[in-house]
């Protein structure tokens, strides 16, 4: 058991125990695997291995290395979970759990290609990483106007085929997870901001972040993202 005050966001307690071991937390999303023994994912793993020596196991999830992703767009999670209610869209709600939701939604997806633009290969640059009193969490934009165009293009016809409701979707920022916040903030206020710098010169190294083409992924667990169609 963590004896450390909690984190306040409560989101995360639906992911993770307070002792970081991972619950069930099951949905499908959009996202793009970070290319494996790439300088990127050496960059994220150097953090994480830092982030242990630094003793923040106490107060983080971490992530394994073959979950790195960053998340094009975020699809629907089971109903339970805080504000997913409202996310699924009517044409979906009729689906009796989780899985029949993925079948659903997959079948749509395949019949309605064509209204999906390709998306060329993504390029994303690490500008920093957030605040550790926050998050271990790689801060990610489109290396220019036509990337963040095609994107958007992208994303806007996911969320029109789906119907899916985003109140987010025009403020989203893009990123790559490496951990999860379990305790509050100020039990290690005294590193948060030392480290966020150290390790986002780190990221500022790479000139283009190493991303794998998106798909749509399904999870039970936020360790595992397998593909069920590649785009």
Not at 99 to 117: C, F, G, H, N, Q
Request: net charge negative.
């Amino acid at each position: 058991m963590n004896s450390f005050p909690p984190a306040s966001d409560q989101r995360t307690f639906e992911k993770f125990k307070a002792d970081g071991t991972a619950k069930r937390h099951r949905g499908c999303t959009f996202v793009a695997n970070v290319v494996e023994d790439s300088p990127s994912y050496e960059v994220c793993k150097r953090i994480q291995d830092d982030a242990v020596e630094q003793g923040m196991t106490q107060h983080f999830a971490l992530l394994p290395p073959s979950s790195y992703h960053m998340t094009v767009f975020p699809g629907l999670k089971d109903r339970k979970f805080i504000g997913e209610e409202a996310r699924w869209p009517d044409w979906l709600k009729p689906a009796s759990d989780m899985t029949e939701a993925v079948e659903l939604i997959r079948t749509r997806l395949v019949d309605e290609r064509d209204s999906i633009p390709a998306l060329p290969p993504l390029r994303m640059k690490p500008d920093y990483v957030y605040d550790l009193g926050v998050s271990l969490t790689v801060h990610l934009v489109p290396a220019d106007e036509e990337m963040a165009e095609q994107l958007n293009q992208f994303r806007s016809s996911l969320r029109d085929v789906l119907e899916i409701k985003d109140q987010y979707f025009d403020t989203y920022r893009f990123h790559c997870s490496l951990g999860y916040r379990l305790t509050a903030s100020e039990t290690t206020e005294q590193v948060n901001a030392e480290l966020a710098e150290r390790y986002s010169a780190w990221v500022q190294e790479i000139d283009i972040f190493d991303l794998e083409r998106p798909a749509f992924n399904v999870f039970d667990d936020m360790l595992s993202f397998p593909p069920l169609l590649i785009f």
